[in-house]
């Protein structure tokens, strides 16, 4: 198993936060980025169930897409 699992996050239109593990089917939401990292390592936790084989770094990879006017 990988020693890292790396979070895509970004901001929903709707406001908040969402998460996708790259290579991995698991996704979380969140009001609020402190939030968003417990529901992460829950998430990680719970796919994961064996301790074991869980990753032992989890990584956010912060995507901020802005668009600017010419």
């Known amino acids: 198993m990988s020693s890292?699992?790396?979070f895509e996050v970004t901001e929903s239109p709707e406001g908040?936060?969402?998460?996708?593990a790259l290579g991995y089917g698991i996704?979380?939401?969140a009001e609020t980025f402190?939030?968003?990292r417990?529901?992460?390592?829950?998430a990680v936790a719970c796919y994961f169930d064996d301790p074991a084989?869980?990753?032992r770094?989890?990584?956010?990879?912060?995507?901020r897409d802005e668009v600017l006017a010419a």
């Open 57 to 63: 770094l989890i990584r956010l990879h912060y995507v």
């Open 27 to 29: 996704h979380t939401q």
């Open 34 to 36: 402190e939030e968003l």
């Open 53 to 55: 084989k869980a990753p």
């Open 38 to 42: 417990d529901m992460v390592r829950e």
């Open 16 to 20: 908040g936060f969402s998460a996708s």
């Open 4 to 6: 890292e699992i790396i």
